[in-house]
């Protein structure tokens, strides 16, 4: 029973697997189309492999550039955001006090409030800070809305590290801050690439929040430009599907690279936790 058991579990898992490649199927087969062959039948290979759809798709976004706008975001949002998350849930978990315990409160509560909540108030403060129309604007904004769910991440970690660890390096004369940035920070690394993989699919992909802030055709991220064929009368589907391979293939890359550590973090986050 055990056996047959086994087997149904994998050709579940292999139908699971397979379901979930249909979009990229359709996706990357018809990138390849004309817009009349794709428009007549989605489904099928293309009759003539058009590959001249990637170099328009490429000039037309003018790539290099929305890349460049979205890589600066995607990094220095997870920057900031690793930082100052794995400084608060220290503070937070290793010294419960009745602040702390309080402003922990405050951070898991911005797990559950809605971004639709706080979207024009936050559209208001970023004009009031001089932010709207920049990079900046939109880096600080994923900081603050990033912060509850990484910090819950890095306090499950550091509840499995052992206290005894931080308690020598005390006693041998090691300051607070150094003793976390030379002992503390390093070994959170496990769940520090599982937090940036997660983020990094929100921040490269998302086109709300970049929506909202920049109008500048310069400034512009990947998500924003593939929506520039999308019009009110006219959907440039030939350019918008290998748009979209183009600004799919660098988060599929940073997934492929972070697999083994995401898998490690998580592991360890259940286990230590």
Avoid at 80 to 98: D, H, K, M, N
Avoid at 107 to 118: C, K, N, R, S, Y
């Amino acid at each position: 029973m055990k056996i047959k058991h086994k087997y149904l579990l994998t050709v579940l898992m292999a139908a699971a697997v397979m379901i979930f490649l249909i979009p990229f199927y359709l996706i990357v087969m018809n990138s390849f189309k004309s817009n009349g062959e794709l428009l007549r039948d989605v489904l099928s290979w293309p009759k003539e492999w058009i590959f001249t759809n990637y170099a328009k798709a490429y000039s037309t976004l003018d790539y290099p550039r929305v890349f460049l706008n979205s890589l600066l975001v995607t990094v220095f949002s997870n920057l900031g955001v690793v930082v100052i998350s794995a400084l608060a849930a220290y503070r937070l978990e290793r010294f419960p006090t009745r602040g702390n315990k309080l402003l922990g409160m405050l951070f898991m509560a911005g797990l559950i409030i809605p971004f639709q909540v706080v979207m024009i108030p936050l559209v208001k403060v970023l004009q009031t800070m001089h932010l709207v129309n920049t990079l900046a604007g939109v880096i600080l904004t994923y900081w603050g809305m990033a912060l509850p769910f990484t910090i819950f991440l890095f306090r499950g970690f550091i509840q499995g590290i052992p206290r005894e660890i931080e308690e020598a390096a005390m006693v041998d004369g090691c300051a607070l801050f150094y003793m976390f940035w030379k002992i503390v920070f390093p070994l959170l690394k496990p769940i520090m690439f599982t937090a940036i993989t997660v983020n990094t699919f929100w921040f490269w992909n998302d086109f709300l929040l970049p929506q909202l802030i920049i109008s500048d055709k310069k400034l512009q991220t990947i998500p924003i430009a593939v929506n520039s064929f999308f019009g009110q009368y006219v959907m440039k589907w030939d350019l918008a599907l290998p748009a979209l391979v183009l600004a799919v293939v660098p988060a599929v890359i940073v997934f492929i690279c972070f697999q083994k550590q995401v898998v490690e973090g998580i592991v360890s986050g259940a286990v230590k936790g």
